[in-house]
C-alpha cells in the first residue's frame, strides 16, 4: 500500500494513559488530533499542553457506550475536517469478571465499551473511508485477546472480538486505500493498570508505548505486540494444549 499521510486523528479514550499520550504524540507530529472521552478537564489540560508544544489538539466529550450519539459526533467531525484519516478506537475498562463470582453488571460495564463502543468508533466513518480511498482504522486491544486468562472471562473476550473484528476488516479492505492496524499491548503505566492487584510483568512506561505504537501505526503495520518478552509467550500461548495452559493459568489467578 502506498504511503499514507495523515493531516487529522480522532483518538477515543484520550483522557489518561495510552490514548492520552498518543493524542499529545500524533499532534506533535503535526496532525489535527480530536482528543475524545468523557472527562472533558483532562482533556482540556491535553489540549493546553500540546499548544504550549505548537501542536493542536482539540477535546471532544464522548462516551463511547453511548452508540448514536458517538456514531453521529464522529461523522460531524468527518464534515468537519474534510475527512478523518486516522480512527484509533483506544477507549476501554478492565476489571475482574471470576466465573465462580459472576455477575452481569461488570461483564455488561466492559462489553459495551471494549465490544460495542470500538466497534461503533471504527465503523462511524468507514463508509466515507472506501470512497475516499484514504484512512486508517486502529483498534487497541491487548495481549490477553490471545487466550483466556484467569479472572479477568469479560476482558479477555472483549478484546479478542476487537482482534478478530479488525482481522475480518484488514481483508475485507485490501485494495480500498483504507489501512486497519490492531494493536496488542502488555501491562503498561495507567490508571487502569494502577488497580490491579496482581503481578504485572514487564511493566512499560506510558511514554515508551506510545513510541512503539504510533510508529507502528503511521508505517501502517497491520498488527503491533509489545513488549515483545511477553508477546512472544502469549502468541505461543495460542497453540498450547487446553490441559497445558488450562494447569499454568490457574497458577496465575
Not at 493524542?23 to 493546553?48: D, E, S, Y
Not at 484509533?88 to 461488570?106: F, I, K, L, Q, S
Not at 512472544?232 to 496465575?252: G, H, Q, W, Y
Amino acid at each position: 500500500m502506498a504511503e499514507m499521510s495523515y493531516r487529522t486523528a480522532l483518538v477515543t479514550g484520550a483522557s489518561s494513559g495510552l490514548g492520552r499520550g498518543l493524542a499529545l504524540w500524533l499532534a506533535k507530529r503535526g496532525l489535527r488530533v480530536f482528543a475524545a472521552g468523557r472527562r472533558m478537564p483532562q482533556l482540556q489540560a491535553l489540549a493546553a499542553e500540546a499548544q504550549a508544544a505548537g501542536a493542536t489538539v482539540e477535546p471532544v466529550e464522548m462516551d463511547v457506550t453511548q452508540v448514536e450519539s458517538t456514531q453521529e459526533r464522529l461523522l460531524e467531525l468527518d464534515a468537519e475536517c474534510g475527512g478523518l484519516d486516522l480512527v484509533v478506537a483506544n477507549a476501554g475498562v478492565g476489571g475482574v469478571t471470576h466465573g465462580r463470582r459472576m455477575e452481569w453488571a461488570p461483564v455488561r460495564a466492559i462489553i459495551d465499551t471494549n465490544v460495542t463502543g470500538a466497534a461503533a468508533t471504527l465503523t462511524a466513518v468507514l463508509p466515507r473511508m472506501v470512497e475516499r480511498r484514504r484512512g486508517h482504522l486502529v483498534g487497541i486491544s491487548s495481549l490477553a485477546a490471545h487466550r483466556g486468562l484467569a479472572g479477568h472471562a469479560a476482558y479477555s473476550a472483549s478484546k479478542a472480538f476487537l482482534a478478530t473484528f479488525l482481522e475480518s476488516l484488514r481483508v475485507d479492505l485490501s485494495n480500498t486505500g483504507v489501512r486497519v492496524t490492531c494493536v496488542f499491548p502488555g501491562f503498561v503505566k495507567s490508571e487502569m493498570t494502577a488497580n490491579n492487584a496482581f503481578p504485572m510483568p514487564f511493566l512499560m512506561e506510558t511514554e515508551e508505548a506510545v513510541e512503539l505504537m504510533g510508529a507502528g501505526i503511521l508505517r501502517g503495520d497491520a498488527e503491533l505486540s509489545f513488549p515483545w518478552q511477553l508477546a512472544i509467550p502469549s502468541r505461543l500461548a495460542k497453540v498450547l494444549p487446553n490441559p497445558i495452559f488450562d494447569a499454568a493459568a490457574r497458577r496465575l489467578r
